[in-house]
């Protein structure tokens, strides 16, 4: 049994550049929920990875959210659409400290997909934060949470996720996490 609920967990935030994010029909409420969940992650103690597809082309992450997860995130940029491919991530992930992975971001139907995947075969719990992923088509990202569902990943909201890492109203941060849901909504 682990510490702390949140000890071998990392949020891992996949390709929320505003290239892509302008191409989104759902980009500014997935935004706003992957702001959501890096400004939790942050304040409960769980590290933070960003990928970045093709940064050179495509640029960076969203300021905002480099900004909500402190200084302590990792950021690994990646040409495969799955963040397993990135040179780096391995290292980010503490090699194997990890053993839990939130993940958020774009594109459910490729890169959150392929990510997902990659992670289970590699024997780590996979919960997709439901309200903070996004693709341009709804229905080929219900069909892809669906399989992932089937693969053995969790999807859930960001808010269920946070409270159950919090557990209890008397967690020293669980005002703070209350400020950020309301902040969000």
């Known amino acids: 049994m682990s510490e702390t ?14 290239t892509f994010l302008k191409a989104m029909p759902e980009g500014v409420a997935c935004l706003r929920r992957c702001l959501l969940a890096a400004s939790a992650a942050k304040l409960v103690g769980v590290p933070v990875i960003f990928t970045e597809q093709v940064p050179a082309k495509l640029g960076p992450t969203h300021p905002d959210l480099l900004l909500a997860a402190g200084e302590g995130r990792a950021v690994v940029g990646k040409t495969a659409f799955s963040a397993f491919g990135a040179p780096g991530l391995t290292e980010a992930l503490g090699k194997g400290e990890v053993s839990q992975l939130l993940i958020c971001g774009l594109e459910i139907p490729v890169c959150v997909y392929q990510t997902a995947m990659d992670a289970l075969r590699e024997g780590m719990g996979v919960t997709i934060l439901s309200d903070a992923v996004t693709g341009r088509r709804a229905d080929d990202g219900r069909a892809c949470l669906e399989a992932l569902r089937a693969a053995g990943a969790h999807v859930l909201p960001t808010e269920t996720v946070f409270y159950a890492l919090l557990g209890d109203a008397t967690h020293p ?3 703070a996490f209350t400020e950020l849901v309301k902040q969000a909504a």
Do not use: T
């Not at 609920?5 to 390709?15: C, F, M, S, W, Y």
């Open 5 to 18: 609920p949140a000890a071998g967990v990392a949020l891992l935030v996949v390709d929320v550049q505003p």
């Open 173 to 175: 941060q669980f005002r």
